[in-house]
């Protein structure tokens, strides 16, 4: 399936960002009985369209074959949890949220941040189209309903008096095919004055640290500010506050309400953001095109790094089973001859191979056993989280190394 025209405002896309050739799904894990099997492998480029500026994925798969059962839990991260608590916090205070008001999120996950809502008191709602993870969150005691969610959600949250106070959608802009229908059901399932917060990897980010292994099958976008409030516009939103945001390389949260409330100050952030992006160039073509000559070196000096460690006889494993991180080695060309295995705290990733590379998954112990030379940290953007909790890795002469934005051996 392919998109000749933009999603947002159906304009031909006649501008390539980034291509990454022909690629498998980042988060479809292989168990044993696949292995042998010929694995889907599917076009990974995207565009810019040069009338609205939303960079986006030209070739999809339906979202109904990447979500419906997903691999990726939320409270597998400490880092994240920590992160939406952080944010809970900050809006019961900010927004007045009490026992009273009505909280929605969309792509809820495992209750990873709902969870500090309910021990609060305050109602939520999760919306979660995987039935496995809405299931984990249902047993914390997250009510949450498996389904996707867009305009006809929407108007069936509001018929049954659920309109929200605050509907939050953490990494989930970037995930939804009609970004219209998406955008179109967070504002009408806000209640006059309700906020629409947001958050993403702010595009700015991805392409001044090479980010190019964020660009998956899952992201139908990579977004700026710049497209994120033409969106919103076009479906009576007005943003009024942008928070910039260390996570995953560098994210933003978008603050917004209806066009017609008048209660929300204009923050800050706001006009600090546009002036960033205009400064960039993210009215320019050019700046866009210029992206792809930009990754050819990550690759280059990957592929050496891994050549170097088998001629010297070094012992090289990665840690953390990201998508990111299957962008990263598929694009590399990386397989079991350079890299021996992967680790990961996730037990329903482990037992599983990564799409592509086919490098088998343990849990973190394994690292003990084997006593690798080098350990290549695919999730980049939690480095020093994963140094900082593997110490003992020094202990046998072990290094950390991160490949993005160059290769880097740490410490």
């Known amino acids: 399936m392919t998109a000749h025209n933009c999603r947002f405002c159906d304009a031909p896309l006649k501008h390539r960002f980034v291509d990454l050739g022909l690629t498998p799904l980042a988060n479809a894990y292989l168990t044993e009985e696949q292995l042998n099997k010929p694995e889907p492998s599917y076009p990974l480029r995207a565009f810019v369209c040069s009338e609205c500026w939303l960079v986006q994925a030209d070739a999809f ?6 979500f419906s059962h997903y691999a990726y839990f939320s409270s597998y991260s400490d880092g994240w949890v920590e992160h939406a608590r952080q944010f809970t916090l900050m809006a019961r205070k900010r927004f007045g949220l009490s026992e009273a008001s009505q909280v929605i999120e969309v792509a809820s996950n495992d209750g990873y941040l709902l969870k500090h809502f ?26 949450t309903e498996a389904r996707f969610f ?13 309109a929200a106070d605050i509907v939050i959608g953490n990494n989930v802009l970037a995930h939804v095919p009609d970004i219209n229908d998406f955008v179109g059901g ?11 917060s947001v958050e993403f990897p702010h595009l700015l980010r991805l392409m001044e640290n090479i980010q190019f292994d964020t660009v998956y099958h899952e992201h139908f976008y990579y977004l700026s500010l710049l497209a994120v409030e033409k969106v919103f516009a076009a479906h009576g939103l007005k943003i009024f506050d942008v928070e910039e945001l260390p996570t995953h390389g560098g994210s933003l949260r978008v603050l917004a309400c209806r066009a017609a409330s008048m209660v929300h100050a204009i923050g800050r952030g706001l006009a600090k953001v546009r002036a960033d992006e205009a400064a960039a160039g993210f009215d320019k073509v050019e700046t866009y095109e210029a992206f792809q000559s ?19 006889g070094k012992k090289v494993a990665a840690y953390g ?11 590399c060309g990386v397989g079991t001859d ?7 705290c996730n037990p329903h990733k482990q037992g599983h191979f990564l799409p592509g590379s086919k490098l088998p998954i ?8 084997t006593q690798p030379d080098y350990i290549l940290i695919l999730p980049w953007n939690i480095k020093n989280e994963v140094v900082a909790a593997n110490s003992r890795v020094g202990a046998w002469g072990g290094r950390f190394a991160v490949a993005v934005p160059e290769l880097t051996v740490l410490g």
């Open 362 to 369: 343990y849990a973190p112990e394994k690292m003990d056993e």
């Open 294 to 312: 930009r990754v050819a070196p990550i690759k280059d000096g990957l592929l050496a790094f891994l050549a170097e460690a088998k001629r010297s």
């Open 321 to 331: 089973a990201a998508a990111k991180g299957n962008t990263l080695l598929n694009f």
């Open 150 to 162: 867009g305009k006809e959600t929407a108007a069936d949250l509001v018929s049954r008096g659920l």
């Open 118 to 143: 309910v021990e609060a008191g305050v109602p939520v709602l999760g919306i979660e189209p995987a039935e496995n993870v809405a299931e984990v969150a249902r047993q914390i005691g997250v009510p």
């Open 61 to 66: 798969v339906p979202p109904e074959d990447i």
């Open 186 to 196: 967070l504002s009408s399932v806000l209640k006059p004055d309700g906020v629409v």
């Open 338 to 344: 350079l890299i021996e295995y992967v680790v990961n």
